[in-house]
């Protein structure tokens, strides 16, 4: 398994970005597969966004379509979400997660798929 950290969070105003990073120990870090999930009060936690571990294949939910981007760095052992158009209804915890996920392209959207999290870095998104 991985340790990861989340950072980046914060609060910022309807329309506007943020990019949220996540460290991960370990030389394995390339053979993971690193997704991005979110948590909002009184919800269940859900699929955001992740990248393949090769092919450079990404996911991503309906919901941030078009405005998120999931992105790696292998070399430096970060996964990024680059978060565009921020609307109200993105606020919640955002959890980095890695998973040895080797099948099909709907694997990555299952959080049971997912062995290692990190703690969660709060997204405020205000009107």
């Known amino acids: 398994q991985v340790q990861l950290v989340e950072s980046g969070g914060g609060l910022v105003q309807a329309g506007g970005s943020l990019r949220l990073s996540c460290a991960a120990s370990?030389?394995?870090?390339?053979?993971?597969?690193m997704g991005w999930f979110r948590q909002a009060p009184g919800k269940e936690r859900e699929f955001v966004a992740a990248a393949s571990w090769i092919g450079g294949n990404t996911y991503y939910a309906d919901s941030v379509k078009g405005r998120f981007t999931i992105s790696r760095d292998n070399a430096k052992n970060t996964v990024y979400l680059q978060m565009n158009g921020l609307k109200p209804e993105d606020t919640a915890v955002y959890y980095c997660?890695?998973?040895?996920?080797?099948?099909?392209?709907?694997?990555?959207?299952?959080?049971?798929?997912?062995?290692?999290w990190g703690q969660g870095t709060q997204v405020t998104v205000s009107s």
């Open positions: 997660a890695a998973g040895r996920i080797y099948d099909s392209a709907g694997s990555y959207y299952t959080e049971a798929n997912y062995g290692s």
């Open positions: 370990g030389r394995t870090f390339s053979t993971y597969a």
